[in-house]
């Protein structure tokens, strides 16, 4: 009997304590906000864990009332306007009357709590895909040059040479690419130090390392944008797209089957494609750089964010709008962003344009070498401009009279 009481207490217990449970599973109610005395509800924290946006008006507004607050002199009065908290939300949510020494925008800003999703990000996705990314270009020239080998030259060399870039030219070149490289590793290490280098080299080494690669970044980005504006100046006029692009693109540029070679001018479609990525990542690079160089002076996300919702751009990826309300911080986050992003993909671009300028292809490396090339080659990947300096010669030949 005792036996048969205590079982069907037990049953009726779980019985009574199921129900709510089924019931919470099936509907969750809402809490009242005056059940937390207007704090986050667990509905409002579980949905933050879930991701969702959540309207935290009833925080952000919650900053004091002057009118209302208890007077300072009343038992738990607030001995001012407002509590501490309200304070600090106040402060938090950008709404505090703050007054400080300088001028400077960002000083005003005590609180800027919208830092976590740039933290999570720069070490995480962008380390990995950028990581991963540069890899994956080297491994796919790998394969390429098992499957074709070296580009070689496929008709007869005549040892005729003649010029295609001249020494200012070249000058320019080298300008841009050993700052690039002195770029892309500097920068590289400043990102990489966490998790690759420390681990590696203990924090100390690591100080003074990081230091100097920061002196070097900072420095040598001058020299960076110098040589972005010569090569523009000298080549852009070369580089403006031609009918006969389309047909070297069809064609592959000649580059994955032996002896095709498809005409071209000084540049071919595939190098004006490269110079354009040069100009205008190597461009984007540069402003964004210049916005971290100097901190908070030239923000331009929130003006770049306004034009774009303009257009639509945000509905076109199915987005909602890009915030155009951002406070100096969130204002370098981006730019950080934008700069490591943009850099990843140029870095890319060039370490396939590394590889065909050198081991990738017999005889280019001289164009930017001694400057001269063998005529063969310049005949077999840029046979246009070959006969254009033929017959500029040939003209030249006319025109001087025979003595
Ligand atoms: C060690 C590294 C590099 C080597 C061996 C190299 C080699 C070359 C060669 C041989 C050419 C001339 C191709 C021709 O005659 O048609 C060239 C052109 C060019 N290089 Fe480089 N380069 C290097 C790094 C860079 C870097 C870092 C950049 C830019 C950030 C760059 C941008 C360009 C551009 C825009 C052109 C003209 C377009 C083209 O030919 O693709 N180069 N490079």
């Known amino acids: 009997m005792t036996r048969f009481l205590m079982i069907a207490a037990m049953l009726l217990t779980l019985g009574l304590g199921a129900a709510p449970m089924a019931a919470a599973q099936d509907a969750p109610e809402a809490e009242p906000r005056a059940a937390t005395g207007g704090a986050s509800t667990l509905e409002d924290i579980l949905a933050r864990q879930r991701g969702e946006q959540v309207d935290d008006a009833y925080r952000r507004l919650d900053t004091g009332d002057p009118d209302s607050a208890a007077g300072t002199v009343d038992q738990l009065g607030t001995l001012g306007f407002a509590s501490d908290s309200e304070v600090y939300r106040a402060l938090r949510y950008g709404t505090a009357d703050v007054t400080v020494s300088t001028s400077a925008a960002a000083a005003g800003v005590l609180i800027q709590d919208r830092g976590m999703w740039w933290l999570q990000f720069r070490q995480g996705p962008l380390l990995t895909w950028g990581g991963y990314g540069l890899l994956g270009v080297i491994g796919l020239l790998a394969v390429f040059y098992l499957l074709r080998g070296r ?100 064609k592959g540029g000649g580059l994955f089957s032996k002896g095709v070679h498809p005409p071209a001018k000084k540049f071919n479609a595939g190098q004006k494609l490269i110079f354009w990525a040069v100009i205008v990542l190597g461009g984007s690079i540069s402003v964004s750089g210049l916005s971290l160089l100097f901190p908070f002076e030239l923000p331009m996300f929130a003006f770049t964010f306004e034009k774009l919702n303009a257009i639509g751009v945000p509905g076109w990826l199915g987005m909602a709008p890009f915030p155009t309300e951002l406070a100096p911080h969130e204002e370098m986050q981006f730019a950080q962003l934008w700069h490591a992003i943009i850099s990843f993909v140029l870095m890319a671009i060039i370490i396939a344009h590394i590889y065909l300028g050198s081991v990738g292809m017999e005889g280019a490396f001289d164009a930017m070498g001694s400057g001269e090339v063998e005529k063969q080659w310049a005949r077999e990947h840029h046979g246009l401009w070959v006969a254009e300096l033929e017959e500029k010669t040939a003209r030249k030949a006319r025109a001087t009279p025979a003595e």
Request: glycine residues 8%.
């Open 151 to 250: 580009i070689r030259i496929d008709g007869p060399v005549t040892g005729e040479k003649i010029l295609r870039f001249n020494s200012v030219e070249r000058f320019a070149h080298w300008l841009l690419a050993g700052s690039f490289i002195l770029l892309g590793i500097t920068g590289l290490v400043s990102l990489f130090g966490r998790i690759g280098l420390i681990p590696l080299l203990g924090k100390d080494s690591y100080a003074v390392l990081a230091g100097a690669s920061k002196w070097v970044h900072n420095n040598v980005s001058w020299a960076f944008m110098l040589a972005l504006v010569m090569i523009f100046l000298f080549w852009v006029i070369e580089n403006i797209p031609n009918r006969h692009d389309l047909k070297w693109l069809a």
